[in-house]
């Protein structure tokens, strides 16, 4: 798993010359740190930047607040049809994202919103079908004595749901943020259907921009794309205490 990454970042440090030598150079020789510098200068890696960082961030949002809201919903709820609404949730996620791309696009467009960055971030407002089956999983694990003593002390629904049981979710929160996270900034095709204009970039369309502006030049490309890969990282270090208990707990009962 390491060496691929070893890999990348050995070539991101070497000369173009030396990038394509046959055989290769293992090691660059001179190390070339002004590469990183010049991917920096000369791209809008900066807008590219920013504009994942919205996306990805008002995803995370917006899939953890709507997840949880459904998820705690169809978990602690009783209504009419409640089994019914999570099958067809949960059916969606046997549609590939191909078959649902034009009539979205479509749809965005009587909106509006071609060329914007909110095709990118309004399905995150909808509830994920992912995040509704681990938050609802998380929230049937969470023992119905909680509910009841604050429901003595006075509490009602919502202040059960935000003050008991969603700090209780924080793991099964923490691993959907870093799901949701990481495939959003990661995405490839929706950012190419929908942006065309260059400043709305994403930062995976902005460094596959860079194969075609500069030929010749793939070190650069390289060391782009491990720039792109730290706040994935970061985010990962920063909720890795909860995502790993989201992942065990996701598969022990009891």
């Known amino acids: 798993m390491v060496l691929p990454f ?5 070539n991101s440090l070497k000369s173009y010359a030396q990038y394509i030598k046959v055989p290769p ?12 510098q010049e991917v920096w200068e000369r791209t809008d890696f900066v807008t590219y930047l920013t504009n994942s960082l919205i996306v990805s961030g008002a995803a995370v949002v917006g ?9 705690h919903a169809l978990a602690r709820m009783h209504f009419p049809g409640r ?19 034009v009539p979205s696009f479509i749809l965005f467009k009587s909106f509006g919103w071609l060329d914007t960055l909110l095709p990118l971030i309004a399905p995150y407002w909808l509830a994920t079908p992912i995040g509704i089956f681990l938050m609802r999983q998380t929230f049937l694990g969470i023992p119905r004595d ?3 003593a604050a429901s003595i002390d006075g509490a009602n629904p919502w202040q059960v749901f935000i003050r008991v049981h969603l700090p209780m979710a924080k ?16 995405a490839v095709l929706e950012p190419t259907i929908y942006l065309t204009s260059p400043e709305n970039f994403t930062l995976p369309i902005g460094v596959m921009s860079l194969q075609g502006q500069y030929v010749g030049n793939d070190n650069l490309v390289t060391a782009a794309a491990l720039m792109s890969l730290v706040p994935v990282l970061l985010v990962f270090l920063v909720a890795q205490r909860y995502f790993v208990r989201g992942v065990m707990s996701s598969g022990v009962k009891g």
């Open 6 to 10: 070893l890999a990348s970042l050995g």
């Open 25 to 36: 150079d293992w090691l660059p020789d001179p190390v070339q740190w002004s590469n990183y």
């Open 63 to 71: 899939a953890l607040i709507t997840s949880a809201m459904v998820g």
């Open 83 to 101: 089994d019914v609404l999570l099958v067809a949730a949960l059916g969606t996620m046997m549609l590939p994202t191909v078959i649902t791309i």
């Open 146 to 148: 909680f509910e009841e």
């Open 171 to 186: 793991p099964a929160l923490a691993t959907l943020g870093v799901f949701t996270f990481m495939t959003t900034w990661g």
